[in-house]
């Protein structure tokens, strides 16, 4: 294995390990969730654009055009009760989901699509894990509920990134 390949690999990973430890606390802040989300659902509809170009799969194209759908309007839901709390929103897709974005970037042709399909069910497993958290111990009523009412729809996301990872 090549080193700059092995370099990749330890960083990716490395990137992946340290998310979920940072998530460790039992509340989560209004403030901290909206970050987060918004960064994770623009990072979501990002990688889904690059997979309608890259992708020659029909079942990639239509789990990226589900994404990009679903997470558009999750992030101006989200955007909508940021304004009315007087909150921020990201713009852009955090550090780690860029690395994962550079890494796809890399990849082409069925390579792509395990990658994409494997990096979906990595971050829908670490939303889905986000917005338990903020279900469940926000500091803000508003917040939980949004969290709480998205679940379901990023679990079923989980269900379909794990069919397509899987090929079945």
Same mark, same amino acid.
């Given at each position: 294995? &090549?080193?700059?390949?092995?370099?990749? #690999? *330890?960083? *990716?990973?490395?990137?992946?390990?340290?998310? &979920?430890?940072?998530?460790?606390?039992? /509340?989560?802040?209004?403030?901290?969730? %909206?970050?987060?989300?918004?960064?994770?659902?623009?990072?979501?509809?990002?990688?889904?654009? !690059?997979?309608?170009?890259? #992708?020659? =799969?029909? /079942? %990639?194209? $239509?789990?990226?055009?589900?994404?990009?759908?679903?997470?558009?309007?999750? $992030?101006?839901?989200?955007?909508?009760?940021?304004?009315?709390?007087?909150? +921020? %929103?990201? =713009?852009?897709?955090?550090?780690?989901?860029?690395?994962?974005?550079?890494?796809?970037? !890399?990849? /082409?042709? /069925?390579?792509?699509?395990?990658?994409?399909? $494997?990096?979906?069910?990595?971050?829908?497993?670490? %939303?889905?894990?986000?917005?338990?958290?903020? =279900?469940?111990? =926000?500091?803000? #009523?508003?917040?939980?509920?949004?969290?709480?009412?998205?679940? &379901?729809?990023?679990?079923?996301?989980? +269900? !379909?990134?794990?069919?397509?990872?899987?090929? $079945?």
């Amino acid at each position: 294995m &090549p080193i700059t390949t092995l370099l990749r #690999s *330890f960083f *990716f990973t490395a990137l992946i390990a340290a998310v &979920p430890a940072a998530w460790a606390a039992d /509340e989560i802040r209004a403030q901290d969730f %909206v970050d987060q989300a918004s960064a994770a659902g623009v990072a979501e509809i990002e990688s889904a654009r !690059m997979a309608l170009q890259k #992708s020659q =799969s029909p /079942e %990639v194209h $239509n789990f990226a055009e589900q994404m990009i759908k679903d997470h558009t309007k999750a $992030n101006e839901d989200l955007k909508e009760l940021a304004m009315n709390k007087q909150l +921020e %929103v990201a =713009s852009e897709a955090d550090l780690m989901n860029k690395a994962k974005a550079m890494i796809l970037e !890399m990849r /082409e042709g /069925e390579s792509f699509d395990q990658a994409y399909a $494997n990096n979906q069910v990595k971050a829908h497993e670490q %939303v889905i894990e986000l917005f338990t958290r903020a =279900s469940q111990g =926000s500091n803000d #009523s508003d917040v939980q509920k949004f969290a709480e009412d998205r679940l &379901p729809e990023l679990k079923e996301h989980l +269900e !379909m990134a794990k069919k397509l990872a899987t090929g $079945n």
